[in-house]
Structures are given as C-alpha cells and as structure tokens.
C-alpha cells in the first residue's frame, strides 16, 4: 500500500508560480508512475500531468499550454509540480496519484484508473 501526501498549496496571485510536492510513503514507489490531477468547484476532477517511473517521460494536459513542469526525485520518493504564469483558473484541489506502471508513458495516463491516490492540496489563484 503506498501512501501519497501532498504539499505546497496555498493562495498566490494571477502570474505568480507554486510547486507542489507529492511525497510517497514506500521506496518502492520509486517504480511507480506518478500524476497530478487537479478538481475544481462544480467540475469533474481533470488529469494535469505525469511522470514515468524513471523521469524519461512525461505527459501533460493540452490546456496548461506549456505551463506546468513535473519531476522526481526518487532517492527522495517525492514527485513535483512546477506551476507558472497561474491563472485563476487553474484554481482547483491538486490531487497526486500512482500506478505501478513501468514505461515510457502516452496519452493513456489521462484516462486510465490509477493504483492509488493521495489527499488533495489547496490552490488558489487570485485575479
């Protein structure tokens, strides 16, 4: 069983950038694929970004337009997002997830049903 908490939320202005963090309780999550979703008020929760299990490859929702970074740390079990130029949409509770899948990652991770998920963490972006 792994456990995921994220961190790093907090209230920052249009413009202003924030990295999250999604620290995982078992050094075997090193193995794992790892994502971010995100869930809004009144909206269904919608896939940001993921990581393969070695950093090699990562996939990002088309409507951050090149805004969000993610990378890992795996002698640290902790996943990060980078977020820039914040919009107040980008508003949401920001979710981390895992999936032991082993691979370079597509498309498939936006949609698929992942193996474990962590509590959510606070963003909010001010106009």
């Known amino acids: 069983q792994v456990q995921l908490v994220a961190s790093g939320g907090r209230m920052v202005q249009a413009g202003g950038s924030l990295r999250l963090a999604c620290a995982a309780s078992?050094?075997?999550?090193?193995?794992?694929?790892m994502g971010w979703f995100r869930h809004a008020p009144g909206q269904e929760r919608e896939f940001v970004a993921a990581?393969?299990?070695?950093?090699?490859?990562?996939y990002f929702a088309d409507s951050l337009e090149g805004r969000f970074t993610i990378s890992r740390d795996n002698a640290k079990n902790t996943v990060y997002l980078q977020m820039n130029r914040l919009k107040p949409e980008d508003t949401a509770v920001y979710s981390c997830?895992?999936?032991?899948?082993?691979?370079?990652?597509?498309?498939?991770?936006?949609?698929?049903?992942?193996?474990?998920w962590g509590q959510g963490t606070q963003v909010t972006v001010s106009s």
């Open positions: 997830a895992a999936d032991l899948l082993v691979g370079p990652i597509g498309s498939d991770v936006a949609t698929m049903s992942w193996d474990y």
């Open positions: 078992e050094r075997t999550s090193r193995m794992y694929t």
């Open positions: 990581i393969s299990w070695n950093g090699d490859s990562t």
